[in-house]
């Protein structure tokens, strides 16, 4: 633990020796840098936790920088969502967003000079070709037959690929480095190609387009970023990280000062979830879901939907702390820190997903009182507030068996519970229709029963809830499951397709749900505890005029069960 008592990671670790070392004259500056090429995950929350909270933590900076290299696949529609996702997760970047291709000049001066230094060339092979003189892992690569042109050659060409003057995918630049090297990364990489694509801040100023390796150093130099954080995949690259900022002096451009320095930690993975935007996003396109805030999907506005807290998340981000290998998260720990904070925070209200009517024989018909119940006994200070009793309610289909077995605490015929904060009943007759369906439940109550009432101390097993039949909101509920059936559902030993382990009842609907007239006027995205059946969010469609709400989760936390064990 820090003194500040927040867990710590081996990055901090590095940070803090740096600070004690005056590198970068003590500045801790980080950026979080999406491809706006889809909605980001839950995944992306961990990385932005990190960055985020590292410069809080070390009173630095952090940048919110759109990686937007491949116009082909970018669109603003995810510029914009990716900034209300960070904002919603409760981080600022202030004034500090940024898009690498804010750079696309510098990054193509440096490139100019690489050629004049003799370290970049133009290469007319084709990407196959390039891939084949590449060798594997075990074989060097061959030299390209075009690598030996001269500075000027290699200059003259490279502005014609700027100035458009040949076709799409027809010529790369290249940097000069070893086709020998045992890391593929270093094989003269590409650091730009010709494509004519419309992008979505400098539209059509430009047909050549940088690649990642190489605008992601000069982007992180051009920002005075001091630590420079990625996935694990990366590691392989730091080698051309370096290169890139040993053999470009940007330290000549204005303001720029010290050098970034790349760390990589372990992405995050989930069960029964995928995280690659490629694969959420098919997800949307071929419609398994209804949109990226979907809320089965793991994205961060898939999450919100679903009813989601940022406190709750950033949590789950604090307690997966940061590793330097790859595992798998259980889903049940996310869970678990959404029920901690709604058992803290959310009221308790009394919703009947499947109803089933019960008339009070002895209750006076037209008569109804008032019961007051508390809103969250978890939390004295949310209060209390009372709600309509009367002679018809309605309880949970699944609350009432006419021919239960032993165990079975809730009501039968002859049988007597209490309603929740009201009174005793006892179930008389049972009513059913032509086919034999129960209708109605018919029950006679003890009118001394009610809190503080003579009878109040009376034992009954079970406590049911319930609504008042005339008082009632209609309401749709929506529960989820998980979105895959198998844990890893990209793990493709069987030679299957993560869509063919999608779980065909991720989503349940109950349209004819009762709930308790205090929910009547409910703002989207509040949070609710519907006694006995799991958290709930007012859904971001919903209307005082249809009222939809989304199980957040149930009440069974299965981490804290595996974490007693
Ligand atoms: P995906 O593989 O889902 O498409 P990506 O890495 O291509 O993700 P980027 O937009 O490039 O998506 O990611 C932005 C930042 O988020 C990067 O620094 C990346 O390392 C980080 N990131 C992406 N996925 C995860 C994850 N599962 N866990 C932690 N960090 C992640
Ligand atoms: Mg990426």
């Known amino acids: 633990m820090s003194e500040l008592g927040l867990p710590t990671n081996f990055i901090q670790n590095i940070i803090t020796e740096d600070i004690k070392n005056n590198k970068n004259e003590g500045r801790v500056h980080t950026r979080f840098p999406p491809e706006p090429n889809g909605y980001l995950h839950i995944g992306h929350a961990k990385s932005i936790c990190l960055n985020f909270g590292l410069a809080l933590r070390n009173e630095g900076l952090c940048n919110l920088r759109f990686d937007d290299t491949n116009p082909s696949k970018e669109d603003i529609e995810y510029v914009d969502s990716i900034k209300r996702d960070v904002k919603w997760l409760g981080f600022d970047w202030e004034d500090r967003l940024y898009y690498a291709s804010d750079y696309f000049e510098h990054f193509y001066q440096f490139a100019v000079q690489l050629i004049k230094d003799g370290k970049a060339y133009v290469c007319d092979l084709d990407p196959d070709e390039i891939r084949e003189y590449r060798g594997t892992l075990t074989e060097p690569g061959k030299n390209s037959p075009y690598r030996d ?314 406590t049911l809830h319930w609504v008042c039949a005339s008082h009632a909101v209609d309401a749709k509920v929506c529960l989820y499951d998980h979105l895959f059936t198998q844990e890893n559902p990209d793990n493709d030993e069987e030679g299957l397709d993560f869509k063919s382990k999608i779980n065909p009842n991720s989503l349940e609907i109950l349209a004819t749900a009762k709930v308790e007239p205090s929910l009547q006027e409910v703002e989207p995205e509040t949070r609710f505890q519907f006694l006995r059946q799991g958290y709930f969010t007012v859904d971001q469609e919903s209307t005082n005029e249809n009222l939809v709400f989304n199980r957040i989760v149930s009440l069974r936390d299965t981490w804290a069960k595996i974490k007693k064990k």
């Open 149 to 462: 042109r001269s500075v000027e050659e290699n200059l003259d060409l490279f502005e014609r690929m700027k100035n458009g003057e040949f076709p799409d995918g027809s010529k790369v630049l290249r940097a000069k480095i070893d086709m020998a090297s045992g890391n593929l990364n270093m094989r003269d990489p590409v650091l730009y190609r010709v494509l004519r694509a419309t992008h979505h801040k400098t539209g059509d100023e430009w047909c050549i387009y940088p690649m990642y390796d190489y605008a992601h150093p000069l982007s992180d130099a051009l920002e005075n970023i001091t630590h420079s954080i990625c996935t694990l995949e990366f590691a392989d690259h730091r080698p051309l990280y370096d290169w890139f900022l040993d053999n470009i002096d940007y330290s000549k451009v204005e303001g720029v000062k010290g050098r970034p320095q790349q760390i990589e930690f372990a992405r995050l993975n989930l069960t029964y979830t995928v995280m690659s935007k490629r694969k959420l996003r098919q997800l949307v396109e071929e419609g398994y879901v209804a949109g990226w805030d979907d809320p089965r999907m793991p994205t961060i506005s898939g999450l919100r939907r679903r009813g989601y807290t940022p406190e709750s998340i950033r949590d789950f981000c604090d307690r997966i702390g940061v590793a330097k290998s790859d595992n798998m998260v259980d889903i049940a720990l996310l869970e678990h820190c959404i029920r901690e904070d709604l058992n803290a925070n959310a009221a308790r209200v009394m919703a009947v997903l499947r109803p089933i009517k019960l008339v009070i024989e002895n209750y006076p018909e037209g008569k109804v009182e008032w019961v007051e119940i508390t809103n969250n006994p978890e939390n004295p200070e949310m209060g209390s507030r009372t709600l309509p009793f009367s002679r018809e309610i309605y309880i949970e289909q699944e609350d009432f068996m006419e021919d239960p077995p032993k165990k079975f605490f809730r009501l039968a015929p002859d049988k007597e519970v209490r309603l929740k904060g009201a009174y005793i009943i006892k179930c008389e007759e049972v009513i059913k229709d032509s086919s034999g369906e129960i209708v109605e439940i018919r029950c006679t109550y003890d009118p001394d029963s009610k809190s503080g009432g003579p009878t109040a101390g009376r034992k009954v097993k079970g």
